[in-house]
């Protein structure tokens, strides 16, 4: 990829960005009482059948009537602890979770967005059996406010709006008849971020999303780790459309993706110049099947087929819209989500590699079709051919317009594939099971006070006022346990070794973050100081830091000094090595430093500082 692209690059083609995030919520279901934390045993399923009347079916969107089409049946499993009558909707939902609310409320305050009186919940119909009742429920909690994730304070973001909603049920698996929902997922609340359109380069989007993605974690009630949080992109240039981009696995990718979309789309841009002038005729549908009848193509072979030919067409197929994708692609791929049919095969490809190439001339041949023609060929029955030819001619004639707005699926070399055209804003219907919320000027000044900090205003007050250095800053924060540092720090003993501590506290980050889920942050914080103070007092080495943390996890009351001595951690002095190194040379018959250090650290590992030990071995 170019790196020369500058930021005067970006704003020539006129690349505008949004961002929606969802992230969920460390607290109870939204609607009920469940847990939230995804571990509960299997305790049978469910199965029904969604049943929509005529009327309902007005209100659902394309992409839903195809779901219900389908006639699919949707088990349900249930999880110990995780589901209730609420989640299988035999039980009106519960009033909002409060605790769930103030995180959002919080954030608003964070983000200074103005924030509703009254919060009111309101259904999103789907009807593709991720949610048991065929809606999702969601509120607007704030809108317009502002956020400031680039260096430059003057470059802020806007918030659009800040809702919170419930998570869907996670499909397990899908025969096609049947789909299988787990309902551990639904429910779990959910903070929604999405971002006004604003112009940056794709790195600093990405930088966005990560600082977002901070931002969310800085108010220690999200939940961590792989699947809990989604970031999707909408992405548009100027003779472009908007593109939305779902499905992102690494938000550390996200300039990649960024990047290869402006080249799709700028390739589509090209593509309609040059068809301006250009009258695209794509001729009737011919049967194929005899040309194939002794081809040794897995893909025609045995199968009845269709094709269609486009006049003076050849070559665009064969058009790059990006580094990875031709516009042959994009075309079939879409003709192969509106059909489920696969194996579309055209003359712009390489047809040796297919053993495709002499049937394909035979039927350039005896149908007369000129050399400038592309030739499109299906393999599948003719009903089903005519719905692949509708869908492809469809997009070939809209080459001539431009780009149209679609939400794409993103793949994992970054590039995206077709999913659906962008619905117009799904309509939603007030929730009349849950009375709306009010939320008072008291309750919000009563947040105020208590309003998290960020990590920026973290890394600061470490920075600043805690002598710790930018890297072990960015460390500790990054940290689960990260408060266990302030709490270490609030000993007078140790407020001016605030680098150091962090140093220990990072180096045995993975310990000390299982002792404080056992026995809390002050019991570790204790632990870990008197951890500390023999490590300062040349007591234990950093090895033996590890072994008397361990023991203190098991113990925290166990004493230090019995510790120490029960499990042999002592640190040995300058006279002790002195006396090993003696008895290792006398032992090993070798002068070696390696090999005496080897002897040595065969049994007095964790006694010895390596360094130290050298040392003496030099003298
Ligand atoms: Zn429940």
Do not use: W
């Not at 914080?525 to 203190?552: D, M, P, Y």
């Amino acid at each position: 990829m170019n790196k020369e692209k500058t930021l005067d690059y970006y704003r020539k083609i006129g690349l505008k960005c949004g961002l929606e995030i969802h992230k969920r919520l460390d607290t109870k279901k939204l609607f009920c009482n469940c847990s939230t934390n995804m571990c509960g045993k299997r305790c049978g399923s469910i199965t029904r059948k969604m049943n929509l009347s005529v009327g309902e079916m007005g209100e659902a969107d394309e992409t839903a009537k195809k779901e219900v089409e389908k006639e699919k049946i949707f088990e349900y499993v249930c999880f110990e602890g995780e589901t209730c009558l609420v989640d299988i909707d035999e039980e009106p939902p519960h009033s909002m979770n409060k605790e769930a609310l103030d995180i959002v409320l919080d954030l608003c305050l964070k983000f200074d967005c103005c924030i509703f009186d009254n919060i009111y919940v309101m259904r999103k119909t789907v009807l593709d059996g991720s949610n048991t009742s065929g809606f999702q429920r969601t509120a607007i909690v704030g809108t317009d406010g502002k956020a400031y994730p680039l260096k430059e304070k003057n470059r802020a973001i806007t918030i659009d709006s800040l809702c919170i909603e419930e998570e869907s049920a996670q499909i397990e698996k899908d025969d096609g008849r049947k789909r299988t929902y787990l309902l551990n997922r639904l429910g779990i609340p959910l903070v929604e971020i999405t971002t006004g359109a604003f112009f940056a380069t794709p790195m600093e989007v990405k930088e966005i999303a990560l600082y977002l993605g901070m931002f969310l974690n800085s108010t220690e009630k999200v939940k961590r780790g792989i699947g809990t949080i989604r970031q999707d992109v909408n992405i548009s240039i100027k003779g472009g459309a908007r593109v939305e981009i779902k499905g992102m696995q690494d938000v550390r990718q996200m300039d990649k993706m960024i990047e290869l979309e402006i080249q799709r789309q700028l390739s589509l841009i090209e593509i309609k110049e040059k068809l301006k002038n250009k009258k695209i005729i794509i001729r009737d549908m011919f049967e194929a099947t005899s040309f194939f009848s002794n081809t040794k193509s897995a893909i025609f072979a045995g199968k009845e087929s269709y094709g269609i030919s486009i006049k003076e067409f050849a070559g665009f197929f064969a058009k790059n819209l990006n580094n990875v994708r031709t516009l042959g692609n994009e075309i079939a791929k879409i003709a192969c989500v509106g059909t489920n049919v696969k194996g579309i095969i055209h003359t712009d490809e390489d047809l040796k590699r297919y053993r495709l190439h002499d049937e394909f001339e035979q039927i350039r041949k005896q149908l007369k079709i000129g050399n400038d023609d592309l030739i499109i060929c299906v393999a599948t029955d003719k009903k089903k051919a005519v719905r692949v030819f509708e869908h492809l001619k469809a997009r070939i004639l809209m080459l001539k317009k431009g780009i149209p707005k679609e939400t794409r699926a993103c793949l994992p070399n970054n590039d995206s594939v077709y999913m659906r055209l962008i619905a117009g804003a799904k309509r939603m219907y007030p929730e009349t099971d849950i009375p709306k919320m009010h939320i008072s000027k008291e309750h919000l000044k009563n947040r105020k006070k208590n309003l998290f900090e960020t990590y920026e205003e973290r890394k600061e007050l470490y920075t600043k006022k805690m002598n710790v250095t930018g890297e072990f800053a960015n460390q500790l924060i990054n940290l689960k346990m990260n408060r266990l540092f302030d709490e270490v720090l609030k000993s007078s003993s140790l407020k001016k070794a605030g680098n150091e501590v962090a140093k220990s506290v990072i180096s045995h980050a993975e310990i000390l973050e299982k002792m404080q889920t056992n026995h809390g942050i002050e019991t570790t914080a204790k632990c870990f100081g008197e951890c500390f103070a023999a490590l300062k007092s040349n007591v234990i080495t950093k090895q033996g830091a590890g072994i008397f943390l361990a023991e203190k996890l098991k113990n925290p009351d166990a004493e230090s000094g019995r510790i120490i001595k029960e499990r042999g951690i002592e640190k040995l002095d300058k006279k002790k090595l002195t006396e090993l190194i003696e008895k290792a040379k006398r032992k090993s018959k070798t002068q070696n430093i390696k090999e005496i250090i080897r002897f040595i650290e065969s049994s007095h590992k964790n006694q010895i500082d390596k360094k130290e030990l050298i040392e003496v071995l030099r003298e």
